[in-house]
């Protein structure tokens, strides 16, 4: 009997580029590790959790936008369909959009792309029980999936991207950039990205959201040392570190740190390497960028989309914005 997925032990290869990035980054200063490591099989279901906190208004109100207005969105497209999720969480809210074709007796391809096997497995188990909809799955990278995924679209079937969540905010604004101008180089002449972006709001909501009373937030940042511990064999002492997240207005993000309690020293083994930290010295392990409804948009046109129409959540300030790649 082999092990699910998200028990398994990770693979050689995916161990050797932690440990080189690890390595890497954790020389710079100040020093940081890619966001993309929060979300391993425990880190999927810590980010699940933090999504239904009350403090966390991001999901339910995407879920909303989605809710009202996904017959609009769909309507934009003639059969078949392809749907594209770039990171697909649980794939509740692309399931929306799915029922909305079934209503319509339309079937849809659907391909998720995520690397994080729990959230692949969780999207999969809430799309397969949907009669009208095929689902692929794609353990790999956006830009990785995506170019699967256009491959294997069928015939002349329009292709809509979705990348939900602000995830987009996760991204520093030149690599956002880059990052939607290779999108828009993927899709084809009718294709179109559904994007979700978290606006500006007062401070304190900001921090509730990324620093929550439950402590759910500060666990799913410091998973970062037990899977270092885990799979570089490293000695972090979780006691030793604090989660601390900050709006930096400057440069209108969220960032979240781990923050060195004492002077130590901490060996990671598979990075081949041991690294100082003074007292009250980070770790930059995310930056999440707000933004106004208007920058959403200009961002899309800069990438070579045209913009279809954007919907606001006025009460959580968040958007969905519809890009067409024609």
Request: aromatic share 8%.
């Amino acid at each position: 009997m082999s092990l699910p997925t998200s028990l398994a032990a990770p693979a050689a290869e995916s161990v050797r580029d932690f440990a080189t990035d690890v390595r890497r980054d954790l020389a710079l200063v100040p020093k940081q590790i890619q966001s993309k490591y929060l979300y391993d099989g425990l880190g999927s279901t810590l980010f699940e959790a933090i999504c239904r906190l009350p403090w966390y208004r991001i999901t339910r109100a995407e879920a909303r936008l989605l809710s009202t207005f996904a017959p609009q969105i769909v309507s934009a497209f003639s059969e078949p369909l392809t749907l594209v999720e770039l990171g697909c969480g649980s794939g509740e809210k692309l399931a929306m959009l799915a029922e909305v074709l079934r209503a319509r007796r339309r079937h849809v391809a659907v391909h998720l792309i995520d690397i994080s096997p729990v959230a692949l497995e969780l999207s999969e188990r809430t799309l397969g029980r949907l009669q009208h909809v095929s689902v692929v799955g794609h353990r790999a990278t956006y830009e990785e999936g995506l170019r699967h995924a256009a491959a294997q679209r069928v015939g002349d079937s329009a292709m809509l991207v979705l990348f939900l969540g602000s995830n987009l905010g996760n991204f520093d604004p030149p690599a956002a950039h880059d990052f939607l101008s290779r999108i828009r180089g993927s899709l084809r002449a009718g294709d179109a990205l559904l994007l979700g972006a978290d606006l500006v709001k007062p401070e304190s909501d900001l921090l509730l959201a990324y620093d929550d009373p439950l402590g759910v937030t500060a666990a799913f940042n410091k998973n970062l040392l037990v899977r270092m511990n885990s799979e570089l064999l490293a000695d972090f002492d979780l006691e030793l570190f604090d989660h601390r997240a900050v709006w930096n207005a400057r440069e209108s993000r969220v960032e979240m740190h781990l923050v060195s309690r004492a002077d130590q020293v901490v060996s990671i083994p598979r990075a081949e390497t041991s690294v100082r930290f003074a007292p009250g010295e980070p770790i930059w392990t995310e930056s999440s960028y707000k933004y106004t409804p208007e920058d959403v948009i200009q961002r899309g046109r800069l990438a070579g989309f045209l913009s279809l129409d954007q919907w606001v959540d006025s009460r959580a300030r968040f958007a969905l914005t519809l890009f067409s790649a024609d």
